[in-house]
Every structure is written in structure tokens, then in C-alpha cells.
């Protein structure tokens, strides 16, 4: 097997290089590692580029009737080409009693993955309350899942948070049930934000 052992390759003016022929088989062997600071095309889309992801263990309560964010659920990803997507996967625990609140998708000061607003009804991503006549009491913790999609076409660094918002007079939580009794019964839980980057 013939070796050649250079520090640089570089094409002649305004020509590429092209590395073998239809059928040949370029081998990278265990542990050799390609590093691309450039553009990447022609490997085929959807392949996730990064995984990135924040949990919170805490629990977080607010009584905001206005949007505000969800504390120490903010993760930041820098995509490695313009045309790459973000998908975001947030599990939220939420506990609450006779109430209702909503919850948004943040990219930076941006909400996205939210709904129309028509008339009084707020746009928003995801909302968890309770029925009058069936309410879950104080005893709940309820996972919330919300995942989307994002074409944010930067190379720059972005923030993915979400923000909560209470019905007034009421107050929710983020990792606990309404009920903050000692007991066994009364448990804490985690939530979390997970982005990927999928490569185009």
C-alpha cells in the first residue's frame, strides 16, 4: 500500500478536487477524527448535527399574569450552517389548583411555535388547567410535552426558553404539585429542553 504524507492539499485556480472514482471506498480509521469548519454538502439531509439539553430539578412557582420566563430552562445552540433547522423538545412538570396558564416558545426575545390570537385569546404554544366540575386537586405533577420545529437561518448563537404566564389571583408550579405537604405522595420532578440541530 503506497503512503503520501502532505500538510496541505489545494486546488489549482478555480478547480475542484475531486478524491477517487464511482465505487471507491475512503476509510477513516478508529480514532481519526474529520473536522468541517466549512460547508458540508452532498451527505444527505435530516442527520442531527448537535444535541444540546438543560434540565431543572428546582421547583418554580410564579403568580405572573403576564408572560415571564421559566427560571434555569434556557439552552443555547450554535447552528453550523444557515440552513439548518432547530428542533426543540421541551418536558415541562407542571403543578397547579383551580387555575389555567399558558406557556410559550422562546427563540431569544421571540416567541415561535405559538398559535393565532383572535380577538381576547392568546397566542401561545401550550396551556394546562383544570375542568370545574373534575378538578385534579393538589396532588398532581403533569408532564407537558411541546416540540417544534425552527428554521432560524444563523450561524449565531441562539437562546431557546419558555415562558409561563398565571391566571390571576392564582399561582403555578414547575417541578412539584400545588400541595407542599411533607409526604411521600407530594413528589418533586424534573422538566427539561432538549434542541437538535438538523443538518440540511
Do not use: H
Request: aromatic residues 10%; proline residues 4%.
Amino acid at each position: 500500500m503506497s503512503e503520501i504524507k502532505v500538510n496541505k492539499i489545494s486546488p489549482a485556480t478555480s478547480t475542484d478536487i475531486t478524491l477517487g472514482d464511482s465505487g471507491d471506498t475512503f476509510t477513516v480509521p478508529s480514532g481519526a477524527t474529520i473536522v468541517n469548519s466549512g460547508t458540508a454538502t452532498g451527505f444527505g439531509g435530516g442527520k442531527i448535527g448537535q444535541v444540546l439539553t438543560v434540565q431543572n430539578l428546582d421547583q418554580e412557582s410564579t403568580s405572573a399574569s403576564s408572560w415571564v420566563e421559566i427560571p434555569d430552562l434556557s439552552v443555547t445552540i450554535t447552528p453550523t450552517a444557515t440552513d439548518s433547522k432547530i428542533w426543540i423538545v421541551s418536558c415541562l412538570t407542571i403543578g397547579w389548583a383551580k387555575t389555567q396558564q399558558m406557556f410559550q416558545l422562546m427563540r431569544d426575545s421571540t416567541a415561535i411555535g405559538v398559535g393565532t390570537a383572535v380577538d381576547s385569546m392568546a397566542a401561545a404554544s401550550f396551556s394546562v388547567g383544570y375542568n370545574e366540575d373534575s378538578s385534579p386537586g393538589p396532588y398532581y405533577a403533569f408532564p407537558s410535552v411541546f416540540t417544534w420545529l425552527d428554521s432560524p437561518s444563523t450561524t449565531s448563537a441562539i437562546d431557546y426558553t419558555m415562558q409561563w404566564d398565571c391566571y390571576t389571583g392564582f399561582t403555578s408550579y414547575l417541578n412539584s404539585c400545588n400541595d407542599q405537604s411533607d409526604s411521600k405522595y407530594y413528589c418533586r420532578t424534573p422538566s427539561s429542553i432538549t434542541v437538535m440541530e438538523v443538518l440540511a
